[in-house]
């Protein structure tokens, strides 16, 4: 069977200097807040080409107290895509404020910036772009409609480490962008993680306050706060895969690169990259309009495949409340039923890579 991503091979492949950071680490006496997260947090500022980094605790955490270190909270409306991950939609409800969802552009599956401004009431006061799939969206468009009607703009950038928008990292487009560690994420850590990026100093210093109890001062809270760190531990396990990050992303595009010549033509509809765009590709997504058909088959045929996601966030039992019943954002709808996720992943091996496109042809041409 082809893994759809060997996590534990990524890891082995450093083993010796994971082991020697945990070491190091162990070593230290200092396990919350110490130089590990200090110097991470430069690291990956630097590597985003952002001023400022703030490690936090998860990628939720990353994008509900970015939102409120923005002051947004209850009564706001924040714009979000219709087919994001739901933890984008959950920031901002933990954020106190409503998720305005706006449909994706069918090609790009990426925030349509034509349909923002239809969305846009007097509450509104950020959109909240996702970089699905590693594929950026449209900063350059969206961040003029923001700058049109006074918007805070959120990036959520958890499945995008390292992807480029007119060749520029993506880490402060817009105001701040909210970065998940997760284990299966592009640079991930071998448990939970997070940061924010901004260029905004008072951004920066407001999130160092939230994340540690409200307190710039030990024992002395100026804002009700979170416990919601980045553990020392896993910021020197990120300092020893960062340095490893770009190649990863080299040896996905090139598993990309592969499946888009292979597949082109074939009745499956792949992943578009516009012109602006250099994608990190977290996942290469396919449709098809038999998809479950097309998965069963791949998984005959000894090849793993995910679905991302199964279920629109708006038809999460979660979201009952908001009223949004089936059939109110078709386009992210149909892309629900689509959607097929193929193994891709920085240790899957031309072989590999082989194995999934021989299998791939054979179904859909068996479906057809
Ligand atoms: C993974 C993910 C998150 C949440 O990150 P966690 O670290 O798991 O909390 C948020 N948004 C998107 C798009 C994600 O893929």
Redo the contacts with the bound molecule.
Sequence with gaps: MIPFLDLKSIQLAQRDELAAAFERVLESGWYILGAEVTQFEQEYADYCGARHAVGVA???DA?SLALRAMGIGPGDEVIVPSN??I??WLAVSHAGATPVPVEPDARTCNLDPTRIEAAITPHTRAIMP?H?YGQPADMQAILEIARHHHLRVLE?G??AHGARVRGERLGAHGDAVAW???PG?NLGALG?G?AVTTNDPELASRLRELRNYGSKRKYHNEVIGYNSRLDELQAALLRVKLPQLDAANRRRTHIAQRYLSAFAGLGLTLPHVPDFAEPAWHLFVVQHPRRDALAARLAELGVATMIHYPVAPHLQPAYATLGLGAGSFPISEAMHARVLSLPIGPTQGDDATDQVIAAVQRAVAELA
């Design positions: 998860n990628g939720l994008l994001t991950y933890a984008t996702v699905l959520d958890a499945q998940s560690f997760y994420k939970d997070g």
